[in-house]
C-alpha cells in the first residue's frame, strides 16, 4: 500500500461510516427506523476502562462523561490517541536532545539566581518592616513607599524565575494552569491583552459606551458571554429568543485575592417617543457576588440569594422600527469587606427605567472593572417574548421622524435653465436638457 | 542549513561560466565529473567546431554585462522575493524549539551584561587614574595637577593638521613583547 493509500485509508473509512449514519438520519422520517438510529446510538458505548476516565487520554465517546464529571478532556483527540498508544513514554522534560537539555541547564541556573533574589528580598521586606516607623529615614509615608516597591519587585521575580520553564507554558496551554500563582495569572493576561482587551476597548469606543452610559471604563479583567452554551462575541446581535434566558459569564481576574462584585446590565437606547428622545433601562442588578481568579464561571440564572439578586433578568428586546438596542454588560467591584445594600437598591430602582450607571456607581461606591456586551433587534420572536413577560408595545412599529431641509430650494443652474422664460421661446425645443429634472425622455423630477 | 530563501540567486550565473571556461580551456577533454550523459560532451565538441569555423559563440548581444551584473541579480532577488515560509513544527518540537529559544536569548543577554560590567569597572579604573594625577604634585617643583594636565593634552589630534589617532604610539610591525614596563623610571 502506498504511503498515500496509507493516510486515505482511514479518512475514506469515516466517511464511509459518516454517509451510512446520514442514510439513517435521512430515514428517521420513516417511522420504523428510528429505533435502528437509537439501536445505532447506542451501540458504540461500551465500559470505559482506566484509560478512558483519564482526561488525558479519554476517548471522544467518553468525552461527555467526562465533562460531566467536571474534567476537561486534555488536548485533542488525536494526542490522547497517541498518548493511549505509547503510555510509558519520556515525560516531556527528559527528551533526550542535546540543545534542549543544554537549554535547560541554563534555565535552571538562571531560576536558581531568581529564587535566591526573591529570598534576599524577602528578607529584606522583613527588615524594612521591623524597623519602626517614625525611625524609618523618610517617615511613615516613605517606609509605605519602599515596601510597596520591594514586593512590586517581588513580585516580578516571581514571574521572571518561572516564566521561562516549557513545562509551564506547557501546563498553561492545556488549560491545567493554576490561577492562584502569579505565572499562570500573567500568561492568562497576556493572553487577554493580545486580541479579546483589544476587542472590547474597541468595542467600547465604537458603541459609544463611554460616553453614553459612563465617564471611564478601563477594562481590567475577562469577561466572555455565553447564552445556551454558545459564546457570544462582544456586540453580536443576539436572537430575542435566546437572550429570554439570563447568560452565563466567565470572568477571568488577573489580580490575586477574592472580592466581592456588582453585575449591572443597561440597555440605553429604550425608545422615548413623547420627548422624542431615548432613555436607559436597567435590566438586571445583582450585587455581592463572591469572585476569585480561581472561579471564573458566573451564571446570572444561579443567583437567586435574597442579598444578592435585587433586579431580576429582564430579557432584552426591541421594538419594531427602533434601531439596534446596545446591552451593555457591566461588572463592577465593591470596596474590599463593604457590602451593598440589595434592599435599597431594589427599593430605588424598582422601576428600571431612567436609570444612570454613574449614580449607581456613586451611591453604593463601586468601580467598572470589567464588560461585555452584545445588541438586541426585532425579529420574529420577539412579539412573542414581549407577550409572554407582559412587556408592552408589540403592537407597534417606530418611524423615524423624516427631517426635512430648512434651505430653500436650490435656483436651477446651467444654460438651458436660464432659458426656460418666454423670451427664449424660440430656443425652447433645445432647452429641454435641465440637470436634475429632465432629460431628452422627458420630465424626471417627481412633482 | 541554509534556507532556500537565500541560495536562491546562487545557482545560475557562477556555474555556467564556469561551465564556459572549462570547456574553452578543456576542449578537447571535457571533465565529465558527475554527469553520466553525453550532453556536456556533444555540447563542447559544438564549440570546438565553432572555434575551428571562426564563428564566436551566440551571446547575449545588444548590452554588455556589468562586473557586479551576478551581485546585483542576487541583491534584486533577495530584496523583492516574498518572506520565507514560517516554521511549522508539532507542539512539542515548538516547545523544544521556544525553550532552546529562550536559554539563547538569556544567554546573550548574560553576555552583554557582563561585557557591560566589566566596561564600566575599566572605565572606573581610567577615572581613578586620572584623579590621582590630578590631585598628586610634582614631579620636581611642578604644582599639584600638573601631570593630569598634561595627560589630558590633545595637540594634534583634532584640526586641519592633525595626526590620526593611530600614531599617538610608535608604529611597530607586531605588538611588544612587553606590554608594559613596570619597572621604568625616568
Redesign the interface.
Known sequence: MSRCQSVARPLARQLQQRSVQQCLAIRSFNTTSSQLNAAASAAPVAEPTPLDLDPNTVLPEFEDALIKAGKMPVGSRRRRVALRSNPNSLPFEQLPYQAFQEARKILAADREQKVAKIKEEVEKIARVEAVEDSQFRGGPKMKATRLASLRKYVEELKIKADVNDPIVKKRFEDGLGDMNKPIYRYYAEKKWRSYDQRLITQRISQFHIVPDIIPKLVPTADVQLYFRKAKVAPGEIVDSIVSENPPRLRVQLFNPGERLVTVVVVDPDVPDVENDAFFKRCHYIAANIPLSPTDTSLPLSKIKGDDQLALPWLPAVAQKGSPYHRMAIFLLEQLPGERVDVAKVKELYASRDKFSLKSFQSKFRVRPFGFNMFRSVWDENTAAVMARHGLPGADIELRTARVHSLKGPVKLRGWEAKRQGPKYRQLWKYTKRIRGLSNARGWTKRK | MASLFSLRGLSRQPLLSGVASSVTHTSMAPIRLLSTTTTLLSKAAKRAKAAKIGVTPRRNKGHQRSEFYARVKILKQNLFSPAPPPLRMA??RY??H???H???L??RR?QKEATHKERVRINAGMFNACEELRKVSGPGDRSEGYLYRVAMEKKGVWGLNAVPIEYARFQTDSPATTAWNHDWKR
Do not use: K, N, S, V
Open positions: 507542539r512539542l516547545l523544544r521556544w525553550t532552546i529562550r536559554a539563547w538569556l544567554f548574560q
